[in-house]
């Protein structure tokens, strides 16, 4: 049973360009939520997708946005990159939106320059 | 909202010894507790989670944690590490009953385990 998975697993990309990040979640889980983890600290919530919709947001402008498919893959879109955008981005799923267990991914280095 | 503080940013540990990592979180409504582990270049993976019932929680690979509610603490402890536990560990916090699950994590701790 293959876990999360995510793409690419780095990246590169220059300032103002725009990056597509994709994530299928674990088999049977329907909920996709995404982090962003920069160098030396936590994991931050950017926005939770279920049911195709987004259903959660943190503290991200509206540069992110997201989408989630009918098979529960879910993709991340960070437009007009800036060199703070520069981090982790880490995918995790879940059974459904209120279970408490989340699985996640290897994540995707993005590296603005 | 929750925030989450993980006290020590870096814990060197001589192997065999013990550990204890400390966490302190505050919310206005009742919360699930986490501890995940990173490895460099990987993602997160659950070492063990409190619900609710008995404070103290045993997680995998020998880790334990008790939850202290009246301290909002959730230390997280081994009894003897091992050169493989050298790595990063996020406590974090779920909301209960709320719509969506999403993790509030604290800014992490790196153990460095020496032989």
């Known amino acids: 049973d293959a876990g999360v998975t995510q793409s690419p697993t780095h990246l590169i990309k220059t300032r103002g360009q725009q990056v597509t990040l994709r994530c299928s979640p674990k088999?049977?889980?329907?909920?996709v939520s995404w982090y962003q983890q920069a160098l030396g600290q936590g994991p931050q919530f950017i926005f939770q997708y279920y049911e195709e919709e987004e259903r959660q947001r943190g503290n991200f402008p509206d540069r992110f946005s997201g989408h989630q498919f009918p098979n529960y893959s879910s993709e991340l879109n960070v437009n007009a990159l800036l060199l703070g955008d520069s981090a982790l981005y880490l995918c995790a799923s879940s059974l459904t939106q209120n279970t408490y267990e989340q699985y996640f991914g290897p994540g995707t280095r993005l590296t603005v320059t | 909202a929750q925030s989450v503080t993980q006290l020590d940013s870096q814990v060197p540990v001589f192997e065999e010894a013990p550990v204890e990592l400390r966490c302190n979180y505050s919310?206005?409504?009742?919360?699930?507790l986490f501890w995940y582990v990173q490895y460099p270049n990987q993602g997160l993976q659950l070492l063990l989670k409190?619900?609710?019932?008995?404070?103290l929680v045993k997680g995998i690979n020998g880790f334990e944690a008790e939850f202290n509610k009246s301290q909002t603490s959730f230390h997280l402890r081994k009894p003897s590490v091992h050169i493989s536990d050298t790595a990063e560990y996020f406590c974090?916090?779920?909301?209960?009953?709320?719509?969506?699950?999403?993790?509030?994590f604290g800014g992490g701790t790196r153990v460095l385990v020496k032989p």
């Open positions: 919310s206005s409504v009742s919360v699930y």
């Open positions: 088999s049977g889980h329907d909920t």
């Open positions: 974090a916090v779920s909301v209960l009953k709320a719509a969506g699950n999403k993790l509030t």
């Open positions: 409190y619900l609710s019932g008995s404070t």
